[in-house]
């Protein structure tokens, strides 16, 4: 399912128009993508939580030429899934 079919099952759910239910998604990720970026998390209750993951620098070898190389240290976004959420698609 892509973004465009996401919006539009969720705008016949919830009966809202497509143009309300883009603004709230945008808000929903706008939300969570600020507060990762700040180190914090979001836990949605039954759904599961997002969080921040450090991931140190390390040596690496370059696909294309063999060559030894350093991946610098970054922050990845991270999602756990709810008991809830388990539970539903089991």
Not at 47 to 60: D, L
């Amino acid at each position: 399912m892509n973004k465009a079919e996401f919006v539009t099952e969720v705008s016949e759910r919830a009966e809202l128009s497509k143009k309300d239910t883009e603004k709230a998604l945008k808000a929903f990720t706008d939300v969570i993508g600020a507060e990762l970026k700040k180190g914090g998390k979001v836990q949605l209750v039954g759904f599961g939580t997002f969080e921040v993951s450090k991931r140190s620098a390390r040596e690496g070898r370059n696909p294309q030429t063999g060559k030894q190389m350093v991946i610098a240290a970054s922050n990845v976004p991270k999602f756990k899934a709810g008991k809830a959420l388990k539970d539903f698609i089991n």
